[in-house]
């Protein structure tokens, strides 16, 4: 009863372990998973180009030119193969190494047409579905070997996809379910032997009655007629006994049996009780990867926002470094040019200084010799005037004297 439930078990972890609700995020696993997809869909495609190569004229039209001339020459190095090793099984053993040789070589070109073909098909995806729809072959001899190989694949993807912690939870599980399915096996066992034994015993005890019957009838066939009818009270007796063994005996049997069936019962609900915690506890894995997942395409799309900002950012302080780089070439050319704008300030100043200067000087000296001037016009004309009053008094004197 262990081995079914134990592969229950497993079923529904493969069903709770679907690749379709997992997302590999490693890289290494999301490598190995499409070798694996890749290698299937090879396997798959192989098994359909016997079936192709048998029907190419209905298939010729869905094909194409080139994957028909690839089939064409692909059926002819099968064909040659084939007569090959016909002739070389019917051939003599001189010519057993010259076959082998030419077994190699084309061996090898049916490989390389094996690879052009499968290299032909993988390129157009839904040329390879309707093929599949097409020229699938149910109970074909590779349909075996690739349910194998997929089941492989998820196995392997299940591998990669859990992690340390998951496998020893897992483990521990599995080894928990599997002691008590012993310890339920273990009663279960003890129950049968005690069943076993008491069956055992009961019958030991009717042959020990059926012996002592037995020596009771041999050392009463010796007494006389007149002991008939003691030995058929006897006989009775032992009858009574006998069957009052038998009702004792089925009663422990009945009892055994609902004692066996207590435990089936109990070991049934212990069994879907763990079921239910298992699958309880797998729906709360897969909730908390849901959640991991959300927050980790959360933080990408946070780290994203920030990169771009920070590019935003980076772009911005490389624009402004750039004119800040070209307000210092600038401002070292301003500094240069106002430097000597200040000196020939100052030289302009200088001279300007100096020509004031110059002029104050000058104009001190033009007013002075204004100044001197006036004052030698003010004194001549002061002497005019006087020279004209003193010819006039005189005038005036002589002509008074002559009167």
Known sequence: M???????????????????????????????????????????????????????????????????????????????????????????????????????????????????????????????????YKAWVKESPAEAFIKAFAEFRNFMLERLLTSPMEKEEKMRFTQDVSLQVQKNTEALTALQAELAAAIQTREEEIHKKDNAIKDLKTSMQDLAKDRAAGIQQIEQEREKRQEEARRDSQARCAGLQRDIQELEAQLGALVAEHRASELALRKRKRRVEMEIVNWIQKYDTDMEEKQAEYDEVRAAYAEEKAQLALLTEKRAVLLQECSQIEEERRTRQKKEEEALKELTTMTLAATRIQAFWRGYLVRSLLKSKKKKKKKKVKGRKGKKTKK
């Open 2 to 132: 262990a081995a079914p439930e134990m592969a229950a078990i497993l079923l529904d972890a493969t069903k709770m372990l679907d690749p379709c609700l997992l997302k590999p995020d490693r890289i290494k696993a999301k490598r190995i998973v499409s070798v694996l997809d890749e290698t299937l869909a090879k396997l798959e495609m192989s098994s359909l180009i016997p079936r192709i190569i048998s029907s190419l004229d209905r298939f010729a039209e869905t094909l194409g030119p080139e994957i028909t001339d690839s089939l064409i020459e692909h059926r002819k190095l099968s064909n040659e193969m084939e007569h090959l090793l016909a002739s070389s099984k019917e051939g003599d053993m001189g010519r057993a190494e010259e076959q082998r040789g030419c077994l190699c070589l084309l061996e090898q070109r049916l490989k390389r047409s094996l690879r052009t073909v499968l290299r032909l098909l993988l390129a157009n995806p839904s040329l390879c579905q309707a093929l599949k």
